[in-house]
């Protein structure tokens, strides 16, 4: 046996092995990695600390990275699930989520700057 949980969607690779730990952590109702992760990359995007996110501290965070600005637009689009114009930290950590748990699909590339 593997070890892995085949109900539940993985990525290839490192990926596979980190989304195995992750539910572990979850098992022993230990904090999620992801949400820390998350909730510590939200921390630094929220520039001005007002407790959300915006377009243009997301920018500023692509520009950091050497991906282009225009990625903040198509990020902030997806991202944003209830369409308030602003990222709020739960929706930044379902993102997250999404990525390290989810099986990969080319439709999120540009969201996840696969494509920069």
């Known amino acids: 046996s593997s070890g892995i949980n085949a109900e539940w ?13 992750e539910r572990e952590r979850e098992r022993r109702g230990e904090e999620s990695l992801i949400a820390m992760l998350s909730n ?11 407790g959300t996110v915006s377009v243009d501290e997301l920018k500023t965070m692509m520009k950091a990275f050497d991906v282009p600005q225009e990625a903040a637009y198509t990020f902030f689009e997806k991202a944003d699930t209830d369409k308030s114009g602003a990222l709020e930290r ?5 993102l997250f989520r999404k990525f390290w748990m989810e099986p990969y699909d080319p439709q999120w ?7 920069y």
């Open 9 to 21: 969607p993985l990525r290839p690779g490192s990926n596979r092995v980190f989304a195995e730990a």
């Open 40 to 50: 510590a990359y939200y921390d630094v995007l929220d520039d001005d600390g007002d």
């Open 90 to 94: 739960p929706e930044l950590v379902h």
């Open 109 to 115: 590339d540009g969201v996840y700057a696969y494509k």
